[in-house]
């Protein structure tokens, strides 16, 4: 049986990527770091959520574990990320906001990752490993720098275990998001609603965790087979330099 393990799958962009591929056929084992998690539409598909924080050493090898002890694991896809509690100023940032957020997005899948590796590595089958980092990797937000450090931190690590695993047959490569409907982002809609109906994002829509999802699909399932190291950008367009 092949395994995905799959993080964040507590709503957006996680949880429509492990939907995503148990409808593919994978059996999906997922963090989230919600107890209480409405799973209603996991039902009649084979996903199995864990409780967790990725930032918890403890947390990951129970996540690691789980998915073993199903069968043989042939695709990661890390998605957990989390914002800074509060938006402050570069200047105003604390040790404290930096510690939390890079904790989760940087360390945490750091680590899971190195984890998960060495699990594929020993089956000596090859694999699929999906990072998702975001547009905030190359984009400058002032006000919240320490996610954009953050996951520039992804797209380091995702070149990093590319070029270590690519002769074993493991791919590593990652998506980069813009402005998807998620959680996250719900508490600044009314900001983002206002810059894509100014052009902001050339597609002229937010983008939806499906989105997201057919692009991991599609990075697991053998599709771009020759690829690793890559960034994909999925954001409407949002990158593209105009004069």
Not at 2 to 23: D, E, F, H, K, Q
Request: aromatic share 6%; glycine share 12%.
């Amino acid at each position: 049986m092949n395994i995905a393990i799959v993080t964040g799958v507590a709503g957006g962009i996680g949880r429509a990527s492990a939907l995503m591929l148990a409808r593919k056929g994978y059996a999906v084992v997922g963090m989230g770091r919600h107890e209480d998690v409405d799973l209603s539409d996991f039902e009649g598909l084979d996903i199995t959520y864990i409780p967790g924080d990725i930032s918890s050493a403890a947390h990951r090898a129970k996540l690691v574990d789980a998915a073993v002890s199903r069968g043989e694991v042939s695709v990661l896809v890390n998605v957990a990320g989390i914002a800074p509690k509060v938006r402050r100023d570069i200047l105003e940032m604390t040790e404290e906001s930096y510690d939390f957020v890079m904790g989760v997005n940087t360390k945490g899948t750091l680590f899971l990752t190195q984890a998960v590796a060495r699990v594929m590595l020993k089956q000596g089958k090859g694999g699929s490993i999906v990072n998702i980092s975001s547009c905030s990797a190359y984009t400058s937000s002032v006000n919240r720098g320490e996610y954009c450090i953050s996951k520039a931190g992804v797209s380091m690590i995702t070149k990093l275990f590319a070029d270590r695993l690519a002769g074993e047959g493991i791919l590593v490569n990652e998506i980069c998001p813009g402005i998807i409907a998620t959680g996250m982002t719900a508490v600044v809609k009314e900001k983002y609603d206002q810059l894509i109906a100014n052009g902001l994002v050339p597609l002229g829509r937010w983008g939806m965790p499906d989105d997201v999802a057919k692009a991991v699909v599609a990075l697991c399932d053998g599709t771009f087979g020759y690829t690793t190291g890559q960034s994909f950008i999925l954001d409407g367009g949002m990158h593209i330099r105009k004069l």
